[in-house]
């Protein structure tokens, strides 16, 4: 009988903290298609029309490069991008901890400069982007890596990055 009564509260203490997890695990999904939109959105329309141009992409990609391109001779390597993101990183975490409209606003600040803000970042990327294979990335190489994004995200060729561009139809 006491071996029953045990092995029925373990099974309730499971229960109830299953219970308590599948929320935390429910709450990270990926993000929608809508939520994809809103926040690319944001983050490139410097005019605030909700659309986002290819001008746009251009001025937030030339801000990124000079971000990244630490000695400032037009050329952006694989140590400048990891020693940004690594930096990048450590300002996350100094921001996390600040409190209130501070933390606000060192979050949305970083968010805005954050490292996959410039195309070519990540390994595949940047093979891609090295289009004179020389082993680091110009302006004008990232720049048309943006470009081709751009079009493969302006899915119905309207010249603008707008929320119907997200919609789950679309085709890659």
């Known amino acids: 009988m006491r071996r029953n009564s045990l092995i029925l509260g373990a099974v309730a203490a ?3 903290l299953t219970g308590f997890a599948a929320p935390t695990f429910a709450a990270r999904q990926k993000p929608t298609p809508e939520q994809r939109a809103e926040w690319t959105i944001k983050r490139f329309d410097t005019n605030r029309d ?5 001008d746009e992409v251009h001025a937030r990609t030339a801000e990124a490069f000079k971000t990244f391109d630490a000695d400032g001779n037009g050329q ?11 930096a990048h990183g450590q300002a996350w975490r100094a921001a996390k901890e600040k409190t ?3 933390k606000t606003a060192a979050m949305d600040k970083l968010k805005e400069t954050r ?9 595949k990327g940047f093979k891609r982007a090295d289009t004179d294979k020389n082993g680091s990335l110009s302006l004008t190489e990232v720049t048309a890596r943006a470009d ?3 079009k493969r995200r302006d899915t119905n060729g309207d010249g603008v990055i707008d929320a119907a561009d997200f919609n789950k139809t679309r085709k890659i």
């Not at 909700?50 to 290819?54: N, T």
């Not at 694989?78 to 690594?86: D, L, N, S, T």
Request: without cysteine.
């Open 148 to 150: 081709a994004m751009f």
């Open 50 to 54: 909700g659309k986002v141009s290819l």
């Open 14 to 16: 499971s229960l109830t």
């Open 100 to 102: 209130g409209a501070d």
């Open 115 to 123: 490292p996959a803000m410039l195309p070519g970042v990540r390994q």
């Open 76 to 86: 952006v390597t694989r140590e400048e991008i990891k020693a940004q993101r690594k």
